[in-house]
T-cell receptor, first 111, second 114 residues
Framework: GQQLNQSPQSMFIQEGEDVSMNCTSSSIFNTWLWYKQDPGEGPVLLIALYKAGELTSNGRLTAQFGITRKDSFLNISASIPSDVGIYFCAGTDYNFNKFYFGSGTKLNVKP | DAGVIQSPRHEVTEMGQEVTLRCKPISGHNSLFWYRQTMMRGLELLIYFNNNVPIDDSGMPEDRFSAKMPNASFSTLKIQPSEPRDSAVYFC????????????FGPGTRLTVL
Protein backbone atom coordinates (compact mmCIF):
# COMPACT_ATOMS: atom_id res chain seq x y z
CA GLY A 1 0.00 0.00 0.00
CA GLN A 2 0.87 3.65 -0.22
CA GLN A 3 3.28 5.06 2.31
CA LEU A 4 4.23 8.64 2.95
CA ASN A 5 7.68 8.82 4.47
CA GLN A 6 8.22 12.05 6.33
CA SER A 7 11.56 13.08 7.77
CA PRO A 8 12.95 13.94 10.13
CA GLN A 9 10.71 12.62 12.90
CA SER A 10 11.78 15.42 15.22
CA MET A 11 14.07 18.43 15.25
CA PHE A 12 15.58 20.55 17.98
CA ILE A 13 16.83 23.90 16.70
CA GLN A 14 17.84 27.32 17.96
CA GLU A 15 15.63 30.33 17.36
CA GLY A 16 16.69 32.06 14.14
CA GLU A 17 17.82 28.90 12.38
CA ASP A 18 16.32 27.69 9.12
CA VAL A 19 14.46 24.37 9.04
CA SER A 20 13.88 21.87 6.26
CA MET A 21 11.68 18.78 6.26
CA ASN A 22 10.53 16.52 3.45
CA CYS A 23 8.12 13.88 2.41
CA THR A 24 8.37 11.10 -0.16
CA SER A 25 5.72 8.81 -1.59
CA SER A 26 5.91 5.46 -3.32
CA SER A 27 3.65 6.64 -6.15
CA ILE A 28 2.83 9.79 -8.07
CA PHE A 29 0.77 12.40 -6.25
CA ASN A 30 -1.68 14.95 -7.64
CA THR A 31 -1.47 17.31 -4.70
CA TRP A 32 0.88 17.94 -1.81
CA LEU A 33 -0.25 19.74 1.31
CA TRP A 34 1.54 20.87 4.44
CA TYR A 35 -0.23 21.24 7.79
CA LYS A 36 0.83 22.38 11.24
CA GLN A 37 -0.73 21.03 14.42
CA ASP A 38 -0.46 22.84 17.74
CA PRO A 39 -1.06 20.92 20.99
CA GLY A 40 -4.77 20.33 21.60
CA GLU A 41 -5.79 21.61 18.19
CA GLY A 42 -6.56 20.21 14.76
CA PRO A 43 -4.05 20.45 11.90
CA VAL A 44 -4.08 23.81 10.12
CA LEU A 45 -3.39 24.04 6.40
CA LEU A 46 -0.19 25.99 5.66
CA ILE A 47 0.49 25.49 1.95
CA ALA A 48 -1.19 23.57 -0.89
CA LEU A 49 0.68 22.54 -4.05
CA TYR A 50 -0.97 21.34 -7.26
CA LYS A 51 1.67 21.18 -10.01
CA ALA A 52 5.01 19.44 -10.36
CA GLY A 53 7.79 21.93 -9.75
CA GLU A 54 5.48 24.42 -8.06
CA LEU A 55 7.20 26.53 -5.42
CA THR A 56 4.91 28.40 -3.05
CA SER A 57 5.61 30.67 -0.10
CA ASN A 58 3.52 31.67 2.88
CA GLY A 59 5.47 34.21 4.93
CA ARG A 60 8.59 32.47 6.22
CA LEU A 61 7.39 29.12 4.89
CA THR A 62 8.27 27.80 1.45
CA ALA A 63 7.16 24.47 0.00
CA GLN A 64 7.82 22.75 -3.30
CA PHE A 65 6.06 20.02 -5.27
CA GLY A 66 8.86 17.77 -6.51
CA ILE A 67 9.49 17.34 -10.24
CA THR A 68 9.06 13.57 -9.99
CA ARG A 69 5.67 14.16 -8.23
CA LYS A 70 6.82 11.73 -5.55
CA ASP A 71 8.20 14.22 -3.06
CA SER A 72 7.75 17.59 -1.43
CA PHE A 73 9.70 19.71 1.00
CA LEU A 74 8.85 22.46 3.47
CA ASN A 75 11.36 25.09 4.56
CA ILE A 76 10.93 27.50 7.46
CA SER A 77 13.31 30.43 7.53
CA ALA A 78 14.44 32.30 10.64
CA SER A 79 12.51 30.10 13.06
CA ILE A 80 10.74 31.61 16.06
CA PRO A 81 9.35 29.96 19.22
CA SER A 82 5.78 29.94 17.89
CA ASP A 83 6.89 27.64 15.06
CA VAL A 84 6.91 24.84 17.62
CA GLY A 85 4.45 22.09 16.73
CA ILE A 86 4.02 19.03 14.55
CA TYR A 87 4.21 19.50 10.79
CA PHE A 88 2.42 17.00 8.56
CA CYS A 89 2.70 16.45 4.86
CA ALA A 90 -0.34 15.08 3.07
CA GLY A 91 -1.45 14.45 -0.45
CA THR A 92 -3.68 12.72 -2.94
CA ASP A 93 -2.28 9.92 -5.03
CA TYR A 94 -2.77 9.95 -8.78
CA ASN A 95 -3.91 6.37 -9.24
CA PHE A 96 -6.58 5.92 -6.61
CA ASN A 97 -7.41 9.49 -5.64
CA LYS A 98 -6.88 8.53 -2.01
CA PHE A 99 -5.64 10.94 0.63
CA TYR A 100 -2.69 10.16 2.89
CA PHE A 101 -0.98 11.86 5.82
CA GLY A 102 2.67 11.60 6.74
CA SER A 103 3.69 10.64 10.26
CA GLY A 104 4.69 14.19 11.17
CA THR A 105 7.83 16.13 12.07
CA LYS A 106 7.90 17.47 15.61
CA LEU A 107 9.68 20.82 15.71
CA ASN A 108 11.17 22.24 18.90
CA VAL A 109 12.64 25.76 18.88
CA LYS A 110 14.88 26.95 21.70
CA PRO A 111 14.66 30.67 22.41
CA ASP B 1 -16.64 32.59 8.96
CA ALA B 2 -17.02 29.75 11.43
CA GLY B 3 -14.67 26.84 10.97
CA VAL B 4 -15.48 23.18 11.40
CA ILE B 5 -17.36 22.70 14.68
CA GLN B 6 -17.07 19.50 16.71
CA SER B 7 -18.80 18.45 19.88
CA PRO B 8 -18.15 17.45 22.52
CA ARG B 9 -14.53 18.59 22.89
CA HIS B 10 -13.91 15.96 25.55
CA GLU B 11 -15.73 12.73 26.29
CA VAL B 12 -15.01 10.26 29.06
CA THR B 13 -17.06 7.10 29.08
CA GLU B 14 -16.97 3.56 30.35
CA MET B 15 -16.29 0.51 28.26
CA GLY B 16 -19.43 -0.81 26.61
CA GLN B 17 -21.19 2.54 26.41
CA GLU B 18 -22.32 4.14 23.17
CA VAL B 19 -20.44 7.26 22.10
CA THR B 20 -21.64 9.78 19.53
CA LEU B 21 -19.36 12.45 18.13
CA ARG B 22 -20.79 15.35 16.15
CA CYS B 23 -19.49 17.57 13.39
CA LYS B 24 -20.72 20.63 11.54
CA PRO B 25 -18.64 21.30 8.39
CA ILE B 26 -17.85 24.71 6.96
CA SER B 27 -20.84 26.06 5.07
CA GLY B 28 -20.51 25.44 1.35
CA HIS B 29 -18.06 22.56 1.72
CA ASN B 30 -19.32 19.38 0.13
CA SER B 31 -16.80 16.84 1.43
CA LEU B 32 -16.48 15.73 5.05
CA PHE B 33 -13.84 13.51 6.63
CA TRP B 34 -13.51 11.71 9.94
CA TYR B 35 -10.02 10.97 11.31
CA ARG B 36 -8.63 9.29 14.40
CA GLN B 37 -5.28 10.36 15.88
CA THR B 38 -3.23 8.32 18.33
CA MET B 39 0.41 8.40 19.32
CA MET B 40 0.95 4.92 17.94
CA ARG B 41 -0.83 5.21 14.60
CA GLY B 42 -0.80 8.93 13.83
CA LEU B 43 -3.65 10.38 11.77
CA GLU B 44 -5.89 7.74 10.22
CA LEU B 45 -8.69 8.51 7.78
CA LEU B 46 -11.79 6.60 8.91
CA ILE B 47 -14.39 7.64 6.35
CA TYR B 48 -15.20 10.43 3.98
CA PHE B 49 -18.42 11.75 2.48
CA ASN B 50 -19.03 13.72 -0.69
CA ASN B 51 -22.40 15.45 -1.05
CA ASN B 52 -23.59 13.50 2.03
CA VAL B 53 -22.80 10.13 0.44
CA PRO B 54 -20.10 7.87 1.98
CA ILE B 55 -17.34 7.49 -0.63
CA ASP B 56 -14.62 5.58 1.18
CA ASP B 57 -15.14 3.84 4.52
CA SER B 58 -12.20 1.47 4.22
CA GLY B 59 -10.58 3.05 7.27
CA MET B 60 -13.46 2.28 9.63
CA PRO B 61 -11.88 -0.16 12.07
CA GLU B 62 -14.81 -2.49 12.63
CA ASP B 63 -18.56 -2.81 12.82
CA ARG B 64 -18.66 -1.03 16.14
CA PHE B 65 -17.98 2.19 14.22
CA SER B 66 -20.62 3.86 12.07
CA ALA B 67 -20.91 7.30 10.50
CA LYS B 68 -23.83 9.19 9.02
CA MET B 69 -24.32 12.46 7.22
CA PRO B 70 -28.07 13.15 7.08
CA ASN B 71 -27.60 16.60 5.54
CA ALA B 72 -24.90 18.96 4.29
CA SER B 73 -24.42 20.61 7.66
CA PHE B 74 -24.20 17.70 10.08
CA SER B 75 -22.41 14.39 10.55
CA THR B 76 -22.06 11.89 13.38
CA LEU B 77 -19.53 9.20 14.22
CA LYS B 78 -20.87 6.56 16.54
CA ILE B 79 -19.02 3.86 18.47
CA GLN B 80 -21.16 1.12 19.98
CA PRO B 81 -20.01 -0.54 22.17
CA SER B 82 -16.92 1.50 23.01
CA GLU B 83 -13.66 -0.14 24.12
CA PRO B 84 -10.55 1.29 25.84
CA ARG B 85 -8.55 0.94 22.60
CA ASP B 86 -10.92 3.46 20.99
CA SER B 87 -9.41 6.19 23.17
CA ALA B 88 -8.01 8.80 20.77
CA VAL B 89 -8.61 12.27 19.40
CA TYR B 90 -11.22 12.21 16.65
CA PHE B 91 -11.08 14.96 14.06
CA CYS B 92 -13.64 16.05 11.53
CA UNK B 93 -12.50 17.97 8.45
CA UNK B 94 -14.30 19.48 5.48
CA UNK B 95 -13.28 20.44 1.98
CA UNK B 96 -14.81 22.51 -0.80
CA UNK B 97 -13.76 20.11 -3.54
CA UNK B 98 -15.08 16.68 -4.41
CA UNK B 99 -11.60 15.21 -4.10
CA UNK B 100 -9.96 14.77 -0.71
CA UNK B 101 -7.57 17.73 -0.69
CA UNK B 102 -7.34 21.13 0.95
CA UNK B 103 -9.17 20.00 4.04
CA UNK B 104 -9.90 22.23 7.01
CA PHE B 105 -9.92 20.52 10.38
CA GLY B 106 -12.07 20.97 13.44
CA PRO B 107 -10.60 21.19 16.96
CA GLY B 108 -11.17 17.49 17.63
CA THR B 109 -12.92 15.42 20.29
CA ARG B 110 -10.68 13.77 22.86
CA LEU B 111 -12.31 10.44 23.74
CA THR B 112 -11.29 8.44 26.78
CA VAL B 113 -12.85 5.02 27.29
CA LEU B 114 -12.22 3.62 30.76
Amino acid sequence: GQQLNQSPQSMFIQEGEDVSMNCTSSSIFNTWLWYKQDPGEGPVLLIALYKAGELTSNGRLTAQFGITRKDSFLNISASIPSDVGIYFCAGTDYNFNKFYFGSGTKLNVKP
Amino acid sequence: DAGVIQSPRHEVTEMGQEVTLRCKPISGHNSLFWYRQTMMRGLELLIYFNNNVPIDDSGMPEDRFSAKMPNASFSTLKIQPSEPRDSAVYFCASSRSSTPDTQYFGPGTRLTVL
